[in-house]
């Protein structure tokens, strides 16, 4: 992972945060834990 060097501590951790969220998807992906595109489509538009 590499920042750039004005990069703040608050950086960091908000890359480290959204890099454990990819990562936790992906798992559930993988696992099969996830929600058909339709379901998705009917829970946002009602």
Request: glycine letters at 14%.
């Given at each position: 992972m590499r920042l750039?060097?004005?990069a703040t501590v608050e950086?960091?951790?908000e890359?480290?945060?959204f890099l454990a969220k990819v990562e936790?998807?992906?798992e559930q992906s993988?696992?099969?834990q996830t929600?058909?595109?339709e379901d998705v489509k009917k829970r946002?538009?009602?």
């Open positions: 750039p060097d004005d950086d960091a951790i890359r480290l945060y936790r998807g992906l993988e696992s099969g929600i058909p595109h946002f538009l009602g």
